[in-house]
């Protein structure tokens, strides 16, 4: 974790990233910028709900359409719309000066056939649960890759 003194200022961004789960597997992608295997995501932008941000993002990395799980109940109150909460929420050091605040989602797609936007990643993989495990991975998208399996399977 990062540790701040008073003449070093962290900057934090907010972002969206997404454990789409399809027949039991579930989607990463090369990252170009950082050459490692995540789920897709990527920065919320200005006025856009995190959810929304987490649905445009598959779409741009992969070209599907998915829909959010919902841990919650929906609450029904009028004149209000409930937010999707997220599944998890890590505070992610990117460099000394710089943190993500990355809100985790779990999503269901409808098929498995992905198609990245333009300038997006073109390795994208499926994986098994088994396949998982073996893959060579950072624990946090191991495990949240692992549960969304568990869980939307």
């Given at each position: 974790?990062?540790?701040?003194?008073?003449?070093?200022?962290?900057?934090?961004?907010?972002?969206?990233?997404?454990?789409?789960?399809?027949?039991?597997?579930?989607?990463?992608?090369?990252?170009?910028?950082?050459?490692?295997?995540?789920?897709?995501?990527?920065?919320?932008?200005?006025?856009?709900?995190?959810?929304?941000?987490?649905?445009?993002?598959?779409?741009?990395?992969?070209?599907?359409?998915?829909?959010?799980?919902?841990?919650?109940?929906?609450?029904?109150?009028?004149?209000?719309?409930?937010?999707?909460?997220?599944?998890?929420?890590?505070?992610?050091?990117?460099?000394?000066?710089?943190?993500?605040?990355?809100?985790?989602?779990?999503?269901?797609?409808?098929?498995?056939?992905?198609?990245?936007?333009?300038?997006?990643?073109?390795?994208?993989?499926?994986?098994s649960a088994e396949e998982i495990k073996k893959f060579d991975l950072q624990d946090d998208v191991r495990i949240g890759a692992l549960e969304a399996i568990k869980l939307l399977s």
């Open positions: 974790m990062i540790q701040s003194n008073k003449n070093t200022e962290v900057t934090r961004h907010f972002t969206a990233t997404t454990f789409v789960v399809f027949k039991s597997r579930t989607l990463l992608h090369l990252h170009k910028k950082l050459n490692m295997w995540l789920p897709p995501g990527g920065h919320i932008d200005r006025d856009e709900l995190p959810e929304e941000a987490a649905i445009r993002e598959v779409k741009e990395e992969a070209g599907l359409d998915v829909k959010l799980y919902n841990p919650d109940n929906n609450l029904g109150i009028k004149d209000s719309k409930q937010i999707l909460r997220p599944q998890h929420i890590l505070l992610e050091d990117i460099n000394e000066f710089h943190q993500h605040v990355d809100l985790i989602y779990y999503a269901y797609a409808d098929k498995d056939e992905v198609n990245s936007a333009e300038g997006e990643t073109d390795e994208l993989k499926w994986l």
